[in-house]
């Protein structure tokens, strides 16, 4: 059974900082890993995916790298913004398509 | 380009009854996703359609289920609600190919559903 586990919970920065969310996987045979943030009580928004053969992608301020073999992938935000205060979620895809997700990482980021 | 919609936005039911949640999916895209997400936790899986069949199913019971239209809409139906039901219905769309449940997820509002 997949289990998806992100590290920390909870985060606060101050605004300009650098960061790095975790998030590690049990099972590696995966067809790809996803990264999005949820504002509260919204949906999810999608903000990288990457597939079983990349080993990152990047978008603007953000780069995530995955490390299929030791079941852990990282999302890095460059520059943080007090915008960027939300809840992100990383997810497995596996087999018939199902996703596994984390509970996410909290962030907050202080003016 | 229309993105993922869902009806309703809120709604409050109580034990017992049934409900039918809907989700129309992004232009072009032929696979939907349900998920069920408690409030603190990450979206647990429900069940994903493509091209009108069922194409995997997590750990919740027969009644929840589902339907896939032909416009590529779609319908979660729970019966018999009980308290634990209680929760962020999202629903997400993906792909145009052989491969659509590898794609990117594209995600609705949701629906939050409260059980009395």
């Known amino acids: 059974k997949q289990e998806v586990t992100q590290i920390p919970a909870a985060l606060s920065v101050p605004e300009g900082e650098n960061l790095v969310l975790n998030c590690s996987f049990t099972?590696?045979?995966?067809?790809?890993l996803q990264w999005f943030r949820q504002d509260p009580g919204k949906g999810l928004t999608s903000l990288l995916l990457?597939?079983?053969?990349?080993r990152e992608q990047t978008s603007g301020r953000l780069n995530a790298s995955l490390d299929k073999s030791s079941g852990r992938s990282t999302l890095y935000i460059a520059a943080s913004q007090p915008g960027d205060s939300a809840t992100y979620l990383c997810?497995?895809?596996?087999?018939?398509?199902?996703?596994?997700f984390g509970d996410g990482t909290t962030l907050t980021v202080k003016p | 380009e229309t993105g993922v919609t869902q009806s309703p936005t809120h709604l409050i039911k109580t034990r017992g009854q049934q409900v039918t949640l809907r989700c129309s999916s992004q232009s072009g895209h032929n696979t939907v996703s349900w998920y069920q997400q408690a409030l603190g936790q990450g979206p647990q899986f429900i069940f994903q359609y493509y091209r009108e069949e069922e194409n995997g199913r997590g750990n919740f019971p027969p009644r929840f289920s589902g339907l896939q239209f032909p416009n590529y809409s779609s319908e979660l139906n729970v019966n018999a609600l009980e308290l634990d039901d209680s929760a962020l219905y999202l629903c997400a769309s993906s792909g145009i190919g052989m491969t659509a449940y590898t794609d990117t997820q594209y995600f609705g509002p949701g629906t939050r559903l409260t059980v009395l």
């Open positions: 099972d590696s045979a995966i067809y790809n």
């Open positions: 997810a497995v895809v596996a087999n018939a398509g199902k996703s596994t």
């Open positions: 990457i597939q079983s053969s990349q």
